[in-house]
């Protein structure tokens, strides 16, 4: 089976309160065109997790598209953080659900490898475990 898609063949698998990994940096890298498709397609509710996310998240945001993002940031780099999606977060119309980067990417290892969860040394002494008592635990060296 090809694998490869066009946006509109890949938003269109994506159904609306699903969880989706989009990646980019800030500015560079993002996958705007499937970000337009989705748009496009009326998605609603989806839960974005990205490493670390930019205009393409912003504009999911300030479009309604997501309820919730998990990672460490939402910024435009050294233009400063994406208006839409802070917006969307302090009138509560997104939950922002803080990882550091290395959290975000034990978790999206542990899944692309069919396991229950990720392993990162990246959160220990600061306050996220506290904050996802659900998802984040210290547990010791087997």
Known sequence: MDKILSAHDAASLIADGDHVALQSMGTQGI?????????????????????????????????GVMSRFCGP????????????FRRGVEEGLIEFEEYSETGILARLGAGARN??????RGMI????????????????DP
């Open 115 to 120: 396991l229950p969860f990720g392993i990162t």
């Open 31 to 63: 996958p705007m065109t499937m970000v337009r498709e989705l748009i496009r397609q009326g998605r609603r509710d989806l839960t974005i997790t990205s490493v670390v996310a930019g205009i393409g998240v912003d504009w999911l945001a300030f479009m």
């Open 125 to 140: 002494g600061t306050d996220l475990p506290g904050l996802h008592p659900d998802t984040l635990a210290e547990i010791a």
């Open 73 to 84: 940031i939402v910024s435009m780099e050294r233009f400063g953080l994406c208006q839409g």
